[in-house]
């Protein structure tokens, strides 16, 4: 960016602004957009929709907060029964024209993203050709900007995630039939929850992300976009170019707590172009995602009077949390040390917790009742004042 190589520090946001609901007035999104920055993004990823106008004035006010702008959240595939599945094989063209048209002045809109987590981006015919479809339609809109694709490896996998798993892990498919609790057996809920973080983070998420398998599903459909943009799939960013030395990567939504280890790859690897986590900022929706529950109840499921995800960096009120400060520091910007304690009034409990959470710590020493006890406290300081 005007010479200088810049790695994208990204967030992806939602479309509300809390309590103020869906509407985008310009201020909130201005405001909402100033704290992003404040805290250290210098790029918003819009999911999984359009960005609105407001926010795109509000990112070239600014000046130096890059956009990467999404069309869709489905495409021929539903991920609930009456979603816009239903309807995108016939507006998906004026989407794209309505798109393109909205964000062609605006100098902040970097990249365009056609899609976000699409089931079909494991097939050969569906989904690859739709991707090159939309991509050319992009192109011819505008020829500018690039393209990109937030590919999810489970989503795209799941026709072959038996193969997968069997890979991965060594065992034959009668071996991991035999560690599966039948239907009957399972609790839902934790069991659910647990299996899901299970092969979203740690050595099974790299051999799932890395496996020839999925690359066997997924490479046509990556190879239609400019950038391959993936999903939880940090193991491949690397992987990616050993396998296709001249393509270039995107983390298009990472786990808010993998900042330390994936932005050292990020700083490592030039054809890396940066990081979208999720997410900077709360919203509402998918409720109890990153809240902690101390009392049995189980996270990213019904429960009152949860109505907010709880896993921004920034909360619903605009406050930053612990983890933005070390987000910060890792990027290596700002200027003052700054700390996160851990709940004294929660120490020893156990408590739920899915992979998009970190630690339940405030940036506060205080703790009336508490005096004399012992406290783990974790400060946060860029790398410049080191």
């Known amino acids: 960016m005007n010479g200088k190589p810049t790695k994208l520090r990204g967030t992806c946001i939602h479309h509300d602004n809390?309590?103020?609901?869906?509407?985008?007035?310009?201020?909130?999104?201005?405001?909402?957009?100033?704290?992003?920055?404040?805290?250290?993004?210098?790029?918003?990823?819009?999911?999984?929709?359009?960005?609105?106008?407001?926010?795109?004035?509000?990112?070239?006010?600014?000046?130096?907060?890059?956009?990467?702008?999404?069309?869709?959240?489905?495409?021929?595939?539903?991920?609930?029964?009456?979603?816009?599945?239903?309807?995108?094989?016939?507006?998906?063209?004026?989407?794209?024209?309505?798109?393109?048209?909205?964000?062609?002045?605006?100098?902040?809109?970097?990249?365009?993203?056609?899609?976000?987590?699409?089931?079909?981006?494991?097939?050969?015919?569906?989904?690859?050709?739709?991707?090159?479809?939309?991509?050319?339609?992009?192109?011819?809109?505008?020829?500018?900007?690039?393209t990109t694709n937030g590919i999810n490896g489970l989503m795209a996998g799941n026709d072959r995630m038996g193969e997968i798993m069997c890979q991965a892990t060594g065992m034959t498919p009668e071996q991991l039939e035999a560690m599966q609790q039948p239907d009957e057996q399972k609790r839902g809920g934790a069991d659910e929850i647990n299996g899901m973080a299970e092969v979203m983070v740690g050595p099974l998420a790299d051999a799932i992300a890395t496996s020839p398998i999925l690359e066997e599903m997924i490479g046509e459909f990556a190879a239609a976009n400019d950038i391959a943009g993936y999903n939880y799939l940090t193991a491949l960013h690397e992987e990616d170019h050993i396998r296709h030395p001249n393509r270039v990567v995107l983390g298009t939504e990472t786990f808010p707590a993998d900042i330390v280890h994936l932005w050292d790859i990020v700083k490592r690897n030039p054809h890396v172009l940066g990081d979208f986590t999720w997410t900077g900022y709360d919203y509402l929706g998918e409720a109890g995602c990153g809240i902690f529950h101390y009392n049995g109840g189980v996270n990213f499921s019904a429960h009152w009077p949860d109505r907010l995800a709880g896993i921004g960096d920034i909360d619903i009120l605009g406050d930053r949390k612990p983890i933005s400060y070390l987000r910060q520091a890792v990027f290596g910007i700002g200027h003052a040390p700054s700390i996160g304690v851990l709940r004294m009034d929660k120490a020893g409990i156990e408590v739920g917790k899915t992979p998009w959470m970190w630690k339940d710590n405030l940036a506060s020493w205080t703790w009336p009742g508490y005096e004399g006890g012992k406290q783990q406290v974790w400060m946060f300081m860029p790398m410049q004042m080191k």
Request: one cysteine or more; a neutral charge.
């Open 18 to 146: 809390g309590i103020i609901g869906a509407a985008t007035f310009p201020d909130a999104e201005y405001r909402r957009c100033r704290q992003m920055k404040e805290a250290g993004f210098n790029a918003l990823r819009s999911a999984h929709h359009p960005m609105s106008k407001a926010m795109l004035d509000a990112c070239d006010k600014l000046g130096g907060m890059l956009v990467m702008d999404e069309l869709s959240d489905m495409w021929t595939r539903t991920k609930n029964p009456h979603d816009y599945a239903n309807y995108f094989p016939t507006h998906w063209k004026q989407d794209a024209w309505d798109m393109v048209e909205k964000d062609y002045n605006h100098p902040c809109v970097i990249l365009y993203s056609t899609g976000n987590e699409i089931p079909e981006a494991g097939t050969s015919k569906g989904g690859a050709e739709w991707n090159r479809r939309i991509h050319a339609e992009m192109k011819r809109l505008d020829a500018t900007r690039y």
